[in-house]
């Protein structure tokens, strides 16, 4: 199963950015799709995920700010990202748990990173 991502890039704060990842492959179902970020010298955090029946949850810090969601028929998570802040910066990885065609046994894979750099 493969992940591409897409949509970083440089804002000023306050402003906005809407990240993709797109799954392809070998894939029977999507259960969860999840948006991680690591800024530098940090750990790798959650930002948000959501499962395949729509449930969503968030860090704390992105909270009323962030939106995520899927488009089930695709296969693709978007993470709509508003007021952001300097702090925000990192690079920001989407990581799917779902279920293999053919064998049905649970992947778990990571998209490449996308940088997103909020300027003060």
């Known amino acids: 199963v493969q992940l591409q991502a897409s949509g970083g890039g440089l804002v000023q704060a306050g402003g906005s950015l809407r990240l993709s990842c797109a799954a392809s492959?070998?894939?029977?179902?999507?259960?969860?799709m999840g948006w991680y970020r690591q800024a530098p010298g940090k750990q790798r955090e959650l930002v948000a995920d959501?499962?395949?029946?729509?449930?969503?949850n968030y860090a704390d810090s992105v909270k009323g700010r962030f939106t995520i969601s899927r488009d089930n028929a695709k296969n693709t998570a978007y993470l709509q990202m508003n007021s952001l802040k300097p702090e925000d910066t990192a690079a920001y990885y989407c990581?799917?748990?779902?279920?293999?065609?053919?064998?049905?046994?649970?992947?778990?894979?990571w998209g490449q990173g996308t940088l997103v750099t909020v300027s003060s």
């Open positions: 959501i499962a395949s029946g729509g449930r969503t």
């Open positions: 990581n799917v748990e779902g279920i293999r065609s053919g064998s049905y046994y649970r992947f778990n894979s």
């Open positions: 492959g070998s894939i029977f179902s999507i259960l969860t």
